[in-house]
């Protein structure tokens, strides 16, 4: 790996670099500080990172050095070494106009949009729940208009990838004349300083007092929701007079006894933007599907209704539970099926990324995958097959989230959601009431 120097003391606004990563020119500037990240206590170490301590035998070195293993995949932090930061001058270009997107609202979204506004400006830390479609990224703009046109720096995050490979073009599309860099782990682009910043929630870790405005969009997702370390990134990286918004269609129920608690302030948005309510759940039962896929079968109601959506040209997505499942199951559907029709995907797939543009592009019909495209992936048009949904690594949000990726779109805001299970789980039966009561809820705003 080619380790790139920096020599330009804009690379340290607001973010903290290895010392060793730093230029000898630079780390004698009287604006630059630096801080030693890891503290040795008794019994653990405590990194000033990601805020999280380690028992001090499972991360010593020699030469009574310690290092941090749970924030190690961004780079090694260690006792020796100091991170090094520039403090945040927010020394921005305003370019006018700011928004270059021309879309229109909702009456529905402007209320919330007013909320955002109003979360930005006082710095305050909120919640937009809203169900899946909604356009939540578009209730976003006015207020990033505003707060970009104050000159604060912004920051969307999201735990997932994808979400953020998403986000990106849309959001340089509506914000074209702004400084926009996007950050994760496959972006092989250098970094730059930018005053729209889109990235994983992982690299949250690299910012200290970066950002007048945090946006987290998919709260609930993993691996952000229950992560200690994360939600330390979240307030490192974030000034301490800020505001930080938090986007889910699925909040955890921690978030829910906020809202009921009036610990947390929330906007509630519970119909899509073209109207429509969203597509419900129907359930089939497959008995002993796993049996039966060791011995190389599916069951016929799969098989029938792939051959029925590969027979009417209509995309989709089939969501199964684990990795290992991908292949027996694209195995046997190549004995029946044109294999060009499809693709596998999962988190650590290498060509990932090229096999979401080909089923973004309509270069295939269908994706196998897991629940790495449970949610912050939109392919217009596509109905969803949940195959062994009794599995617990589907929880209510999960599929939720996979019913959502269903009726997005104006020109075809209806689909199918089919769910086959061994059995109606509390997973499942959650997930159907919960759709049905935001349906309620938007056909009382419907009239």
């Known amino acids: 790996m080619v380790i790139i120097m920096i020599k330009d003391v804009s690379e340290l606004y607001g973010r903290q670099v290895n010392a060793t990563m730093v230029d000898d020119s630079l780390l004698n500037n009287s604006i630059v500080h630096k801080y030693v990240p890891i503290k040795v206590n008794s019994n653990n170490i405590y990194c000033k990172r990601c805020g999280q301590k380690t028992p001090v035998n499972r991360c ?43 879309g229109q609202l909702t009456n529905e979204q402007k209320n919330c949009s007013r909320d955002i506004i109003d979360v930005f400006e006082n710095n305050k830390t909120h919640l937009l729940w809203a169900v899946t479609g909604a356009g939540k990224t578009e209730m976003l703009f ?7 046109t104050e000159g604060k720096r912004v920051c969307i995050a999201s735990p997932r990838v994808d979400v953020c490979v998403e986000l990106y073009p849309r959001i340089k599309e509506a914000f074209s004349n702004t400084s926009m860099i996007i950050l994760h782990g496959r972006n092989p682009q250098p970094y730059h300083y930018a005053q729209l910043t889109i990235c994983t929630t992982h690299q949250l870790l690299r910012f200290y007092h ?28 974030t000034k301490q007079s ?29 119909i899509r933007f073209h109207r429509h309510l969203l597509p419900e759940i129907k359930l089939k039962y497959t ?16 098989l029938h209704k792939i051959d029925k959506k ?14 290992a499942d991908l292949k027996p199951i694209s195995d046997i559907l190549a004995k029946q099926f044109d294999t060009s029709k499809w693709e596998t995907v999962f988190s650590s797939d290498d060509k990932r990324m090229e096999k979401v543009s080909d089923m973004r ?15 912050g992936v939109t392919f217009p048009g596509i109905d969803v097959i949940v195959f062994g949904a009794e599995d617990e690594v589907f929880s209510t949000s999960s599929l939720v989230q996979i019913a959502g990726r269903v009726g997005r779109k104006l020109d075809r805001p209806t689909g199918e959601v089919l769910f086959l299970a061994e059995e109606n789980t509390l997973a499942i039966k959650s997930a159907i009431n919960q759709i049905k009561y935001m349906n309620k809820k938007a056909e009382k705003l419907n009239g």
Request: overall charge positive.
């Open 60 to 102: 010593n070195l020699p030469n009574n050095n310690y290092y941090c293993p749970v924030c190690i995949n961004l780079d090694r932090v260690t006792k020796i070494i100091p991170l090094v930061y520039a403090d945040e001058p927010n020394d921005f270009e305003i370019k006018q106009p700011v928004l270059t997107w021309q």
């Open 142 to 148: 006015q207020g990033i208009e505003k707060a970009l």
């Open 210 to 237: 970066a950002f007048d405005v945090l946006i987290i969009d998919e709260v609930d997702s993993f691996p952000f929701v229950n992560n200690d370390g994360l939600h330390f990134a979240v307030e490192n990286a």
């Open 242 to 270: 800020s505001a930080k918004l938090f986007l889910t269609a699925t909040p955890t129920n921690e978030m829910t006894k906020k809202i009921r608690s009036n610990k947390l302030s929330a906007s509630y948005l519970p």
């Open 287 to 302: 008995k002993k599907w796993r049996e039966n896929l060791k011995k190389q079968k599916l069951p016929k109601l799969l």
């Open 310 to 323: 590969i027979k009417e040209n209509q995309r989709f997505l089939l969501f199964v539970p684990r990795i």
């Open 361 to 375: 592009e309509q270069r295939k019909l269908f994706l196998i995958t897991t629940t790495i495209l449970e949610r």
